[in-house]
């Protein structure tokens, strides 16, 4: 009886460990397979420990090469889609235009359509226009696709903002500009940083649609995917727990940031 | 004689606002002079806070001219007037600290050292030491005090006040309108202030003007505007009052006698705004605590100079320090008396014959071409 006690009591917080665990399992089996030392090709079978991978990350022929072009990639449609996004999401929230109706739809087309079918089309499209595949048919892909995101995030953010503040900045003596400097862009920062964090991973973790339209060009998931053909280096797994480790350092270092924050201000 | 400085004198010369067809305020005009402290009083949609926007360059007005001092600020932006805006929802910058906040204006104008400044001006508000705290962590009477800071610190010529008490609670207001008066007081700064609140407005300021559907009612000191109300609306919207449809029965000497509900009453011809002609209408008007309440077993007793009418007690509610009843007479039906809890009267209880006197003076007289319950307030305006 007083185990069903302790677990009523409990039950919350044993079923929050259980979903974490089931989200973290994978990263922990890429982290422990990144230390592995495989006897063939594939690294899908534990052998013995070994931190051979990890002094040589870009030991593999062609694959930092792959790497630093998805970064590359992943920036620049992040720039991309971040500035024309929170722009349109302005628009579309504070302007009455002709169009407006139809274009607040459209922008979400991308975020419905199947992947394959979007891909396929946009290949269409740039072989009519006689475009050469590569870098630039990858960028104005990965923009387009992410634009949908950063309007959803920065249009909830500027929709909930109080039009009050900006007249009351006008108001303290800001023009135009200061006001939209020291006002309106801080409050809108959070839609915007978060279109941007889902802009990057999602331009630098997507397949279908680069694989459709690079050409000759291999980014990182063209190179995992064409090296699983093959045999799947350890460096894999080492570059992914390196990600996994950077996106973690930043989550932990913007919530002491935002702790020490509110103890100082307390 | 000593020049008075006009130069914080607001002067609206025909100003009016009209959105499409709709016409949010009708060209006036007003003067408010420099230092005074001046409340637009109206119920929600009157055209105030509209007003109060082309002052502060916010709404650019359809018609008319702003003038500021002799300076002509019509088409002037908001962020080059030497008036600042206190804020209903205070519209205090949220990713900003409290210190940063008071500082903003400053620190667009392009003032280096805010720092002495800022601190003197958050010890008139008693905020020292909450300047590093985000606006989200201070109450609404300590966030409302901030946006006052934010606001005074610039100097103003004009500081304009939309609804500033609206979001407080009763006591908190009370304290605030005070507060506030302190400050005004203090600095010496015009002050223009729009609100609904009716008893805001007469504790505060030193002179009113009550706004209607985008038009000035009636303009002048809250004593003048209680005791002398020229329209139904001013005459319902502030405080209360006893409104009788009369017929005019003759005029001698300055006093009117009309008749109502058999009974005959005495105007003085000089509380009297509309124009009057033997036989014609008008509306005679008596606040309720002006009213004495006698029973009617003591009728005999009352001066015939008074004015007088009887009735049956309806209803009757203690306050506290005054008992209100509601008395149905035939000359008016639903008449209200506040009666002062000196000597109660056991006899007055709901049922009762009672003759109600008041003095000839008190009386006051409007055109009864008006719509004789305009600007009561309903119990929907009440609870917003």
């Known amino acids: 009886m007083p185990f069903v006690n302790w677990l009523k009591r409990h039950l919350v917080v044993i079923a929050g460990l259980v979903t974490l665990g089931y989200l973290l399992l994978p990263n922990v089996i890429v982290t422990v397979f990144s230390f592995n030392k495989p006897k063939g090709r594939f690294n899908y079978e534990w052998q013995q420990f070994s931190t051979d991978a990890w002094k040589d990350p870009c030991g593999v022929a062609d694959m930092c090469g792959s790497l630093s072009l998805s970064l590359q990639i992943a920036v620049w449609a992040t720039v991309g889609a971040t500035v024309l996004g929170t722009m349109i999401a302005f628009a579309l929230v504070r302007y009455r235009f002709r169009a407006r109706g139809a274009v607040n739809s459209l922008i979400f087309l991308p975020m419905a359509m199947p992947e394959v079918v979007m891909a396929a089309s946009l290949l269409t499209l740039f072989l009519n226009m006689g475009a050469q595949l590569g870098f630039w048919t990858i960028l104005i892909a990965h923009i387009m696709f992410c634009l949908s995101f950063v309007v959803t995030a920065v249009k909830a953010r500027v929709m909930s903002m109080d039009p009050r503040l900006e007249e009351a900045a006008r108001d303290l003596y800001a023009g135009p500009v200061q006001t939209f400097v020291r006002v309106t862009l801080p409050i809108a920062a959070p839609g915007i940083a978060a279109g941007a964090l889902l802009s990057f991973a999602l331009s630098f973790d997507d397949f279908i649609i680069t694989n459709f339209n690079a050409g000759s060009t291999v980014t990182f998931p063209m190179f995992v995917w064409g090296s699983a053909q093959r045999g799947t280096p350890v460096q894999i797994n080492v570059i992914g727990t390196a990600m996994f480790l950077v996106a973690v350092l930043f989550v932990l270092f913007s919530m002491v940031v935002s702790n020490r924050r509110t103890r100082q201000k307390a | ?384």
Not at chain 2, 6 to 31: C, E, N, Q
Not at chain 2, 203 to 230: C, F, H, I, K, W
Not at chain 2, 262 to 269: C, F, I, Q, T
């Open chain 2, 1 to 384: 004689m000593m020049t008075t400085d006009s130069s914080g004198d607001v002067r609206l010369s025909g100003i009016g606002k009209t959105y499409g067809s709709f016409t949010a305020v009708h060209p006036l005009d007003l003067t408010v002079p420099q230092g005074s402290f001046f409340a637009l009083l109206g119920a929600s949609g009157c055209g105030k806070t509209t007003t109060l926007r082309m002052i502060a360059g916010l709404e650019e007005p359809s018609s008319g001219t702003v003038h500021l001092g002799d300076q002509d600020v019509t088409h002037l932006p908001p962020y080059k007037r030497p008036v600042n805006t206190v804020f209903q929802s205070y519209a205090l910058f949220p990713h900003l600290d409290i210190f940063e906040n008071v500082a903003f204006g400053l620190r667009r104008r392009g003032i280096k050292s805010v720092k002495k400044q800022v601190d003197e001006m958050l010890e008139l508000v008693q905020l020292g030491e909450q300047a590093r705290k985000k606006p989200h962590q201070l109450s609404g009477g300590q966030q409302q005090r901030v946006a006052v800071a934010r606001a005074l610190i610039n100097h103003p010529k004009v500081l304009l006040l939309d609804e500033p008490l609206g979001a407080l609670d009763l006591k908190l207001r009370r304290q605030m309108q005070l507060e506030l008066k302190r400050i005004q007081t203090e600095v010496g700064i015009t002050f223009i202030h729009v609100t609904h609140d009716q008893e805001e407005a007469m504790t505060m300021a030193d002179t009113v003007a009550v706004m209607n559907a985008g038009r000035v009612e009636q303009l002048g000191s809250p004593t003048d505007l209680y005791e002398n109300p020229q329209t139904t609306f001013v005459a319902n919207f502030l405080g209360t009052s006893n409104l009788i449809e009369a017929e005019v029965d003759s005029k001698t000497g300055g006093e009117i006698v009309v008749r109502a509900g058999g009974g005959k009453l005495l105007l003085p011809e000089a509380r009297c705004s509309a124009s009057t002609t033997t036989g014609g209408k008008v509306l005679v008007g008596v606040r309720p605590e002006k009213i004495s309440l006698a029973h009617a077993d003591d009728a005999g007793e009352i001066s015939e100079a008074r004015n007088r009418i009887t009735g049956k007690i309806v209803d009757s509610s203690f306050i506290g320090v005054s008992t209100q009843y509601v008395v149905d007479s035939p000359a008016c039906p639903g008449f209200e008396v506040y009666a002062q809890n000196i000597d109660r009267d056991p006899r007055l209880v709901p049922g009762a014959e009672v003759v109600l006197h008041w003095s000839p003076a008190h009386t006051f007289g409007l055109d009864a071409a008006q719509d004789i319950d305009a600007g009561v307030e309903t119990v929907e305006e009440e609870a917003a």
